[in-house]
């Protein structure tokens, strides 16, 4: 599977900006997805989770309330809708898919098997 992330930008506060992340190869629709980030000197940190049974949700509580999840299998696409942007939400953001495993949390990296190449956020005060 091959991922490509896109739509990141540079904005300012309070603004909002949608991520993509397209798909190819493989079956889109069974993989568990997930956005990460990392910033300048910091681990790579969950956002958000959809998974592949039903389309239920996760997010991080530093984005819940602001940042939505959601994919389109028919397009092969996972989407970020990142509203009310702060300043401490610059950084790289992966998409990643896992292969569906019932034991695994996909919270964390390591339970993912492929990234995207990141997309660059940067909200300015």
């Known amino acids: 599977v091959q991922l490509q992330a896109s739509g990141g930008g540079l904005v300012q506060s309070g603004d909002s900006l949608r991520l993509s992340c397209t798909a190819s190869g493989g079956t889109f629709s069974t993989y568990a997805l997930g956005w990460f980030r990392q910033a300048p000197g910091k681990e790579r940190e969950f956002v958000a989770l959809i998974r592949w049974s039903g389309g239920s949700t996760s997010y991080a509580d530093s984005v819940k309330g602001r940042f939505f999840i959601s994919r389109d299998n028919a397009k092969n696409t996972l989407y970020l809708q990142m509203n009310r942007l702060k300043p401490e939400d610059t950084a790289v953001y992966y998409c990643?898919?896992?292969?569906?495993?019932?034991?695994?949390?996909?919270?964390?990296?390591?339970?993912?098997?492929?990234w995207g190449q990141g997309t660059q956020v940067t909200v300015s005060s």
């Open positions: 990643a898919a896992g292969v569906p495993q019932y034991e695994l949390e996909y919270l964390t990296p390591p339970d993912y098997d492929y």
